[in-house]
């Protein structure tokens, strides 16, 4: 491992990427115009998906004149954010590790903040994570928009953290059991505030615009439920107080009423199968009109809410049960 080009470093920053060149390049674009000065901080790009060209972005920044040190390492082994996480904190040279996501923008002064806000005794602190609204006046948000603006509500999350090295290696970095960008900063929250106090920074500042996605992305994120029986079964009071107080009881009651109509159906009784099919649809249309009401009308939009809410209860009811069954918890 080379030396570092000039000690003491102040702050390693650690971003995960994982085949995205075209966004680690504006992330790191926006990493080396940062106010504080380049001796005092570094970059560790870890490569999840260990890919050649995001290992040529990275030398390529790096050979660049008054660059800040910018090193690329691959985790030897597992896959997932934290498994990255760990491989690239590990590796700091810096007491203080920033994390962020190679879809993020940093505001300039956002290392510079951090350091400050870190100087109050916490042994973490959040920065404030911002979703540009680039909508013209008057138009609504798609579910999916809208799902990425709720960051800018969440207490800490991995886009934007500052944590002692030390307090890291006191709690043992990320659990790699989380092997979806999901929970897992949850988790380390929860652990560091055991030990002791976590802050909130919002003058440290990155910025998330919406990423591109294909149609049915609120179907594929049903696999995140997953990791919350991990949460759960690791925090349950906390999980229940301040991620999601009581169970999705409207999805499991949607597929119980599914099946029951189905089983109705098949037993030659189609008065009862239409009336508990009925009772389904119109909850399936009430999560509709709530995804809808704050959201885009277009008829494409509205199509494709329609069809997911029809699927998402089927299948975060599944996630859920596979997630208590795999780590053994009772959790619904």
């Known amino acids: 491992m080379p030396a570092p080009r000039q000690l003491p470093l102040l702050v390693s920053v650690v971003l995960p990427t994982y085949r995205r060149p075209a966004l680690l390049d504006r992330c790191l674009q926006a990493l080396m115009r940062q106010s504080l000065a380049t001796h005092c901080y570094e970059i560790v790009v870890v490569d999840d998906g260990h890919e050649e060209a995001t290992r040529q972005l990275v030398e390529r920044l790096a050979a660049l004149p008054d660059a800040p040190a910018l090193r690329y390492l691959r985790p030897e082994r597992g896959r997932g954010p934290a498994v990255a996480r760990n491989c690239g904190w590990r590796a700091a040279w810096a007491p203080l590790v920033a994390f962020t996501d190679d879809d993020t923008v940093a505001d300039p002064r956002w290392l510079q903040q951090g350091l400050l806000g870190m100087r109050s005794q916490w042994l973490a602190l959040a920065g404030q994570v911002r979703v540009p609204t680039l909508y013209e006046p008057g138009r609504r948000p798609t579910d999916h928009e809208l799902?990425?603006?709720?960051?800018?509500?969440?207490?800490?999350?991995?886009?934007?953290?500052?944590?002692?090295?030390?307090?890291?290696?006191?709690?043992?970095?990320?659990d790699e059991r989380f092997r979806r960008p999901w929970r897992e900063d949850s988790d380390l929250q929860f652990r560091l505030e055991a030990l002791g106090p976590v802050g909130r920074c919002d003058a440290a500042l990155v910025w998330h615009p919406v990423r591109?996605?294909?149609?049915?992305?609120?179907?594929?994120?049903?696999?995140?439920?997953?990791?919350?029986?991990?949460?759960?079964?690791?925090?349950?009071?906390?999980?229940?107080?301040?991620?999601?107080?009581?169970?999705?009881?409207?999805?499991?009651?949607?597929?119980?009423?599914?099946?029951?109509?189905?089983?109705?159906?098949?037993?030659?009784?189609?008065?009862?199968?239409?009336l508990g099919g009925g009772a389904a649809a119109g909850l399936v249309l009430a999560l509709a009109g709530r995804r809808l009401r704050p959201t885009a009308r277009n008829p494409a939009h509205v199509c494709e809410v329609l069809l997911?809410?029809?699927?998402i209860p089927f299948l975060s009811v599944y996630w859920r049960l596979r997630g208590a069954l795999h780590f053994r918890v009772l959790f619904l």
Not at 308 to 311: D, E, G, I, P
């Open 212 to 274: 591109p996605e294909r149609w049915g992305v609120a179907l594929r994120q049903q696999r995140n439920v997953f990791f919350d029986a991990l949460l759960y079964r690791k925090h349950p009071q906390l999980y229940r107080v301040r991620v999601r107080r009581r169970p999705p009881w409207d999805y499991y009651l949607i597929v119980l009423l599914s099946l029951l109509s189905l089983a109705l159906a098949v037993s030659g009784q189609p008065a009862a199968a239409l």
């Open 308 to 311: 997911t809410s029809a699927l």
């Open 147 to 174: 799902m990425t603006q709720g960051l800018e509500h969440a207490e800490f999350v991995t886009a934007n953290a500052f944590v002692w090295r030390a307090a890291l290696v006191l709690v043992g970095g990320f």
